[in-house]
């Protein structure tokens, strides 16, 4: 996302809670782009110059994200492989989230490893990198940073599931870890466990 008004660059990585960023500032949806391809489309003037900022998240949390998404979505989602039809209750998310898991390719655009779209030039360029874990208050540090009022986000594609941990089994979470690997050692994501019944989050 390129906001000029507000000399702003958002780099949208999937499953980041971008839709409500990008929805904040009115600007078009669904619009992934890495560093490198902004870059080409606004010049190194205008890179040095704006606000760059992303969001990443917990890598567990972000695939099971996805695997909720492409049942949610169906056909919508074609690079990500559809999980195999399985019931409502809890064990069978389990047992078929690991089975997907299994088959999600890495080379995919959409589970591509989060540090990879801030790269520009070689180096991760960003001014500011905010977790979505902490999403409401980084982002009032981003308002801070570009001069405008601090406001909330709006929470759009919610979705109601328990805690991230909950899906897992220890093959499907060391599948994760050497998946993102990458992602978990730049950011230092941990996996955390939680026993929360119901847990809201952004699809």
Known sequence: M???QNKLIYIHIFK???VSIES????PLYNHNTGTK???KIGQEKWDSYFKFTTVRNSWDRMLSFYFCRIAKGGQVPRIPQPIKCGSN?????DNFEEWIERVSLDQPMVMQQSHW???NEKMDMDFI???ENLHEDFLHVCEQINITPSTLPHLNKTTHRHYSQYYTEKSKSIVAEVCKEDIETFEFTFEENSKPVYISYL
């Open 130 to 132: 905010a977790h979505f």
């Open 90 to 94: 809890h064990q069978s998310h389990m």
């Open 118 to 120: 801030t790269i520009v």
């Open 16 to 18: 980041t809670a971008g």
């Open 2 to 4: 390129i906001c000029h």
């Open 38 to 40: 902004i870059l080409g």
């Open 24 to 27: 904040f500032f009115e600007e």
